[in-house]
């Protein structure tokens, strides 16, 4: 009534109550700190000791969601079959934190040149809206096998997809990286060893879902 009375727009519901309580929101508190899956302490999980092996470092992930069912089916329809108007079911909470984490430089997973010719859209751009971002990274390829299309193994191997456009945006600066989906974490995991290579300050990510 406050809204109608001070002639205010109506904001615009994108998701109700019954279809949203299908997503399961992440708690960082009771989340890895490296990669944000859900977990009852705040020790390293076991996937990201692995990574702390292998790389001498690991992340600092958040995600807002759990890539349960509800999120999968988002996924697909969003992503995959297109329909670029959901990204504004996620948007302003991603918004939120990118702003709550106070990066200098927030950097979006790009996509390749055939997916964007497709699809038509970088779904990460989709879900950041408004937020400033900087063109960091660019694919080394034109095409790739979609990251979904590909076994745990496959993408654990998966080749270093990405180069730095400039070295000189990221360095001696606190970064943010942005993606969809962490899965194995691979696709962060390359985008991260690029720019701890340029001296960023620090380096952070988040994903919609984890």
Known sequence: MADLVMLRPLPRLTLCNRCRANFARIDPAHACPGCGRPQKGTRLCAECVAWQQHCGWHLSHQALYTYNNAMK????RYK?????????????????RVRELAADVVVPIPVTETTMAIRGFNQVLGLLGETSVDPVLRHRARDKLAQSHKTRKERLRTPQPFELVDPTMVRGKRVLLVDDIYT?????YHAADLIKGAQCRELVSLSLAR
Do not use: K, N, P, S
């Not at 089916?73 to 697909?76: K, N």
């Not at 995959?80 to 939120?96: I, K, P, T």
């Not at 194995?184 to 962060?188: M, N, Y």
């Open 73 to 76: 089916e988002y996924m697909h």
């Open 80 to 96: 995959f079959a297109g329909d670029y108007r959901l990204r504004l079911v996620f948007q302003a909470e991603l918004q939120a």
């Open 184 to 188: 194995t974490g691979r696709t962060l």
